[in-house]
């Protein structure tokens, strides 16, 4: 069956193998231009055609080719022709092989050429003069052409190549010059950049700094004695490295030695992690002594029982406990003067009182010592150390003297369990010197036996603020009497009552119209007449005395907590305002104040700031005198003395309401108080104060005390309830000091007219 297309004759497909008719070259076209073509870039089949007939003209041939031409030629003795070569196809036009045709055409059948097939002929037989090569190298008729083989490239084998001795050398020694370049920029860095920082990390690598505690100053009364000492103590420490197989021993011991310590929270510390842990702080020597002296004991017993044994099984001896300073504070006289004083803390530093406000002063400064150590942390003997001794701190010697400060506290507690008061303040104040004689306040507590509450720890003589009622008194008519609008000689009409911007005010008993002298208003102590007296004065005046005597100011003793009381601020008060403050209502003022306002008027007049420091002590005995405020004159010395000659007739037999006061042998000049105060819980008027204030003797006045008790219950009285705590504490100091009594009879006064 023939295949045509076209007009093309049929083909004859012949025989496999039989090469097939090559194609005629075809002849120039009338239109191809007679110039040479120029050159086009070789492709990439032009390429490996080149290179195949490169290698069929090369003279290196494959064994498989050389016994094919051996096959092919003649034996060289052979007489015979040699054989016709194969007739060769016509070599293609610029350097191409001819293409065969791809079907013979049928013999004696001619197709017909159109114009189209013969642009197509033409076309073709330039493609095949290009692609031409010889008949023998090219494949076989329908067969993909073989690649080509890849040529085997033969390795020669490797040579060891011998070292080169100078190239080793130049290595060596480059590598060399830069170790030693580096040890040099090191060395340059740590002696000459920068040596103090190195040698002070090296140092601190070896050697272990302990803390020298200073020795913390001793606070004394007047007299030298001790209320406050710092006692040898020390810290147990321990090394949980060597304490942790014999935990359970030591914690036994520790805990039945030490109080506060419990075996469970002692087996932690000496099993935790670490070089280090403290277990028990401020542990007496003779605790100390006697818990190594069990140690030293449990080890004689633990080496006898591991005689004779292999070293894997003896038992491990106690061993791990250390020691470090650790002073303890000390009260000798127990609750004396301990809300005064205070307390210190564990770490040493004050927590309340003249501990806390003084720490600075009495704490010192710590010293350093460094110690050489080896590689376990224990200290090197004999090794270098160094040592940077303490500063011990100062001691302070106070005003208090701790025989009148202990009585006084012994009669207040008596007295305010007797009244069944919350609390109550004993004052005894110098007159000349302004110094605190006694600062008592009930309930108190002992700081030695660690069993108090941060409550205990107030000072309420100078932390606690409070309405002081009548003892007001004595600073109104002081300067009344001051500013010429009172006498001895003043005579007031007293009503039951009176109005002040619609408010009644009335004494504290019912009375009708009274006709009071000024001394019997004091002696009376009158509400009413007080007011009609203070009613003279303008306010503004009045407001300036009141400052001059200490009220609404801090009372300079820098005592911590301190407070320093509520006056109105400014000096345009109301009408009421006024009159309340006159009589002692609508002010709030400390224990403290109030003792040194009246101290003013038993002093002639002058205003003497309070001291609770007398002298600061230093560890060389050096003392230097504490020096406050200096004194200053309120009032004039003769309205001074004829405020305390209304005062004298208060303890009077005759018509006085504290004649309970009064002391055998001396003349005393003093003042009784009774005073609402506001209840915290309400905001209202709910409680009382009673107090009372004197000084003794009147005509030469060594010592003034004050007295308050809070919330007493029952029957209120300053005269009744304070005036007997007066008299009993200021008769212990006149006795103590040696004040004789001055011979003066109570003076007789007229208290109406």
Same mark, same amino acid.
């Given at each position: ?114 114009? /189209? ?22 494949? =076989? $008729?329908?067969?993909?052409? !073989? ?17 080169? =001795? ?12 830069? *170790? ?9 860095? %740590? ?58 021993? %030591? ?14 929270? %002692? ?59 650790? !002073? ?24 309340? @009182? &003249? ?7 009495? #704490?010192?400064?710590? @010293? ?47 007295? *305010? ?18 110094? &605190? ?9 002992? !700081? ?13 003589? &100078?932390?606690? #603020? ?21 006498? %001895? ?38 509400? *009413? ?92 005995? /050096? ?11 309120? *009032? #004039? ?59 003794? !003797? ?10 308050? &008790? ?20 200021? #008769? ?12 003066? $009879?109570?003076?007789?006064? =007229?208290?109406?007219?």
């Amino acid at each position: 069956m023939t295949d045509r297309r076209g007009n093309e004759p049929p083909r004859n497909r012949g025989t496999r193998g039989t090469p097939p008719r090559t194609t005629q070259p075809r002849r120039r076209s009338a239109t191809d231009s007679t110039r040479a073509n120029p050159e086009r870039p070789e492709s990439t089949r032009d390429r490996l055609l080149r290179k195949a007939q490169e290698e069929t003209r090369t003279p290196r041939r494959s064994a498989a080719n050389e016994a094919g031409e051996r096959r092919r030629r003649p034996a060289p003795d052979s007489g015979r022709k040699a054989a016709a070569p194969r007739k060769q196809a016509p070599k293609a036009q610029a350097g191409g092989s001819a293409r065969p045709a791809p079907r013979r055409a049928v013999e004696g059948r001619k197709a017909p050429v159109k114009k /189209t097939a013969k642009k197509t002929a033409t076309k073709t037989a330039k493609k095949s003069q290009a692609r031409k090569r010889p008949l023998q190298n090219r494949p =076989p $008729q329908n067969r993909p052409k !073989p690649r080509p083989q890849k040529k085997r490239v033969v390795k020669p084998p490797r040579m060891l190549r011998l070292g080169r =001795p100078a190239v080793r050398l130049r290595l060596t020694f480059g590598v060399m010059a830069f *170790v030693l370049s580096l040890f040099a920029g090191r060395l340059v860095l %740590l002696q000459g950049v920068d040596p103090d920082s190195y040698a002070q990390a090296a140092t601190k690598e070896n050697t272990r700094p302990f803390i020298l505690h200073a020795s913390r100053g001793t606070i004394e009364d007047r007299n030298g004695v001790e209320l406050a000492v710092s006692e040898d103590a020390v810290a147990i420490t321990a090394d949980p490295s060597q304490t942790k197989p014999v935990a359970q021993q %030591l914690a036994a011991i520790i805990a039945a030695k030490v109080p506060g310590t419990t075996t469970s929270k %002692l087996v932690t510390d000496l099993t935790g992690k670490g070089r280090f842990t403290r277990l028990a702080r401020q542990v007496p020597p003779t605790t100390w002594t006697a818990i190594q002296a069990e140690i030293k004991a449990a080890n004689a017993t633990i080496a006898a029982q591991n005689k004779g044994k292999p070293k894997e099984q003896q038992a491990p001896l106690l061993a791990g406990l250390y020691t470090e300073e650790d !002073p303890v504070r000390s009260h000798p006289n127990g609750s004396v003067a301990s809300t005064v004083v205070g307390v210190t803390g564990t770490d040493g530093k004050g927590q309340s @009182g &003249l501990e806390y406000g003084l720490n600075d002063k009495l #704490s010192g400064q710590d @010293g350093k010592a460094m110690y050489e150590v080896d590689a376990k942390g224990n200290t090197i003997p004999n090794a270098n150390h160094t040592v940077e001794e303490p500063k011990p701190g100062v001691s302070v010697q106070l005003t208090l003297d701790r025989d009148l400060q202990f009585f006084a506290e012994r009669r207040i507690a008596q007295a *305010v369990t007797q009244y069944h008061a919350s609390a109550g303040t004993v004052i005894v104040m110098d007159v000349k010197s302004g110094e &605190l004689m006694a600062m008592a306040n009930y309930p108190s507590f002992d !700081p030695n036996a660690k069993k108090y509450t941060a409550k205990d720890l107030n000072n309420p003589a &100078l932390e606690r #603020s409070y309405e002081p009622g009548s003892v007001q008194k004595v600073v109104t008519m002081a300067a009344l009497a001051d500013a010429g609008y009172i006498n %001895l000689s003043t005579k007031i009409a007293v009503p039951g009552s009176i109005e002040v911007q619609r408010r009644i005010i009335k004494d504290h008993w019912d009375h009708g119209p009274l006709r009071l002298t000024i001394s019997g208003v004091v002696a009376k102590s009158s509400n *009413v007449g007080t007011i009609i007296a203070a009613q003279q004065m303008p306010i503004a005046q009045f407001v300036k005395y009141l400052h001059n005597f200490g009220f609404g100011e801090p009372t300079g003793l820098n005592f911590p907590g301190e407070t320093k009381g509520l006056l109105t601020p400014g000096d345009e008060w109301p009408e009421l305002t006024r009159s309340n403050v006159a009589f002692g209502q609508g002010l709030s003022v400390n224990a403290v104040q109030e003792a040194a306002a009246v101290n003013a008027v038993a002093n002639g007049g002058v205003f003497v700031p309070p001291k609770l420091v007398r002298n600061y002590v230093a560890a060389d005995g /050096t003392v230097t005198p504490n020096q406050t405020a200096p004194a200053r004159r309120v *009032v #004039s010395e003769k309205a001074a003395k004829e405020v305390t000659t209304m005062m004298e007739a208060v303890t009077s037999k005759k018509g006085g309401t504290a004649p309970l006061a009064a002391i055998d042998g001396y003349l005393v000049a003093g003042k009784t108080g009774t005073a609402q105060q506001v209840d915290p819980k309400t905001g209202k008027y709910g409680k009382w104060a009673t107090s009372f204030a004197g000084f003794a !003797p009147a005509d030469n006045p060594r010592f003034v005390t004050y007295v308050v &008790l809070h919330d007493p219950e029952g029957a209120r009285g300053g005269g009744f309830q304070g005036g007997p705590v007066f008299r009993d504490v200021m #008769s212990y100091a006149l006795q103590k000091y040696v004040v004789p009594p001055s011979g003066a $009879q109570q003076p007789n006064i =007229p208290l109406t007219w």
